[in-house]
């Protein structure tokens, strides 16, 4: 129920991202950040903009936000070490702040339990992600295969980002869960390219790159390794409603009508 465990999952999460943006930011001298659509009001992503708008290096080449994000890496792997995580005390000192201000500015809205905050692993998963979203656009937009041994390099590479995002939700933001985790190990011994989970984690879907050859494979390791053992009683429709295979496609288009004043 991810409603009783947001303070300890959800919650947390969001409150430690908005945390490892306010200390982040104060680190590199940064006096406020704008506000943006987060829950919280701002976010690593206002801290990224921020950070190079100080710099006069904002722009919108490809090249240029995968470079910043290399150096985003980079400032947080310094200036962020701690892996066992900050104490609210901690925290406040970072940011110039008491406990009671902090608690109220940032655990009041989406209560959390925590201890500590891990700000180092939060944000090396987020900006970490968005470096393999720019990888994975790369593949995509790269010249098409001209023959089958390319074709398969191209779908290993794919799916190899599909598990290096698995095992940082696993691992770094620790969203994903046991149940989770088997379904992709199952999906890739059968014959995945690569598997992770999507959403808000913690349960949930997981998405799969599977070859045409290899889906049926796919499928039976699920039914008989993970459903029949977990759910004994599920009968064949909730079954065929829990898997569901589908094909890439080419997305939304936007057509501009030109010459006409009215349709």
Same mark, same amino acid.
């Given at each position: ?6 303070p @300890?999952?959800y919650?947390? *999460? ?10 982040? %930011?104060?680190?590199c001298?940064?006096? /406020? $950040?704008?506000? /943006? ?7 690593? =992503? ?13 722009g919108? /080449?490809?090249? !240029?936000? =995968?470079s910043?994000l ?7 792997d ?18 110039g ?6 608690e109220?500015?940032?655990m009041?809205?989406?209560? #959390?339990?925590? !201890? &500590?905050?891990k $700000?180092?692993? *939060?944000?090396m998963? @987020? ?7 720019l990888q994975?656009? !790369?593949?995509? +937009?790269?010249?098409?295969? &001209?023959?089958?041994k390319?074709?398969?390099?191209l779908?290993k &590479?794919?799916?190899n980002?599909?598990n290096?995002?698995q ?10 869960c046991p149940e ?10 059968a ?17 799969h790159? #599977?070859? +045409? ?21 599920? !009968?064949?429709a909730?079954l065929q409603? %829990? ?21």
């Open positions: 129920d991810k409603h009783v465990t947001a @300890v999952c919650n947390l *999460r969001v409150v430690e991202c908005t945390l490892a943006a306010r200390v982040l %930011a104060r680190i001298g940064l006096k /406020d $950040l704008p506000d /943006d659509s987060s829950p919280l009001g701002f976010s690593l =992503r206002s801290f990224h903009d921020s950070y190079f708008k100080k710099k006069g290096a904002v919108d /080449d490809v090249k !240029d936000f =995968r910043q290399d150096q985003l890496v980079h400032i947080v310094n200036y962020l070490p701690q892996e066992e995580g900050y104490t609210r005390e901690q925290i406040s000192e970072l940011i702040t008491s406990v009671p201000e902090l109220k500015r940032y009041t809205k989406f209560p #959390v339990r925590a !201890d &500590s905050f $700000l180092r692993q *939060r944000a998963h @987020v900006f970490g992600e968005a470096v393999r979203v994975f656009m !790369d593949l995509l +937009q790269s010249p098409t295969p &001209s023959d089958e390319e074709s398969e390099e779908l &590479s794919l799916g980002l599909l290096d995002t095992e940082s939700c696993r691992d770094i933001y620790e969203c994903s989770l985790d088997e379904l992709c190990q199952l999906a890739r011994s014959g995945a390219y690569g598997s992770r989970l999507t959403g808000a984690g913690w349960g949930g879907c997981s998405v790159l #599977v070859p +045409q050859a290899k889906v049926e494979a796919v499928k039976k390791a699920w039914e008989e390794k993970y459903y029949k053992k977990r759910f004994p009683d599920m !009968d064949a909730k409603d %829990a898997i569901v295979v589908s094909k890439p496609g080419s997305g939304s288009t936007l057509f501009q009508v030109a010459g006409r004043e009215s349709l």
